[in-house]
């Protein structure tokens, strides 16, 4: 098995995201956030050395050991499932989180940013695709979500976020895709109040050049930075 280079991994995103970006023609940013479920602090701490400013984790437990050594050097993010009984525990420590899903996720967090003062920063979880397996809003329910949760004033809507399906069939990645755009272009045009489209987080090791063809500006990438995990 070849060592895996930290260093020369990320080089090759950075590559890739910026070719990817130079096809659009857009002169945006994109957003890495780079993966660190299973890793350990001190491959972290060298992502963060080399410039890394942004991590996600999908679990709490693992967030709740990583931050307090890490500190602020870095920005947190959950994308992973959150359970509403562990939301007190990063309320006030993630900068954003990917993956609100259910109106009993969204009151939590609405009523916990408010004892702690802060507002939390969430991007809608759409399960484009529908597949069983995985969570998120399906498309024709995400609009009555929003109006539904639209009056909690300690959240904020900054974006939507997909997992594609695990697949190489590329038109059907680009049509997932293309379709979260869609939905983000179609919620910026209602104009709501509590509402800024600014992120679209889709795309990952396997489809993150896809996914900002398709108007991703906002990518997480684990295994092509760390190498496959155990
Ligand atoms: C694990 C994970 C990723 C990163 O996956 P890779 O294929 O390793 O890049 C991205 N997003 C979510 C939600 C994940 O759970």
Not at 54 to 69: D, F
Not at 118 to 129: G, K, P
Request: with cysteine.
């Amino acid at each position: 098995m070849s060592k895996i280079s930290i260093a020369e991994n990320l080089e090759l995103v950075k590559n890739n995201i910026e070719k990817a970006l130079i096809k659009t023609g857009r002169k945006d940013k994109i957003e890495l956030i780079a993966v660190t479920k299973t890793i350990d602090v001190d491959r972290i701490k060298e992502a963060i050395s080399l410039g890394v400013t942004n991590i996600g984790e999908n679990k709490v437990q693992e967030l709740e050991i990583k931050i307090p050594i890490l500190e602020n050097s870095v920005n947190y993010h959950m994308i992973g499932y959150l359970q509403t009984n562990k939301v007190k525990y990063i309320i006030d420590k993630v900068k954003l989180i990917h993956s609100l899903d259910r109106i009993s996720l969204a009151k939590e967090l609405d009523k916990r940013a408010n004892q702690k003062d802060c507002i939390s920063q969430v991007l809608l979880q759409v399960n484009v695709a529908e597949e069983e397996t995985k969570s998120g809003l399906k498309v024709n329910e995400l609009l009555p979500f929003i109006e539904e949760i639209l009056e909690l004033e300690h959240i904020k809507i900054r974006g939507l976020m997909t997992i594609a399906p695990n697949t190489t069939d590329e038109s059907l990645l680009r049509s997932v895709f293309r379709t979260l755009y869609k939905l983000k272009e179609d919620i910026s045009g209602r104009h709501y109040k509590n509402i800024s489209m600014d992120y679209l987080s889709m795309g990952m090791t396997n489809d993150y050049t896809i996914a900002i063809e398709e108007g991703s500006n906002m990518v997480r990438v684990g295994t092509g930075i760390f190498g496959k995990r155990k």
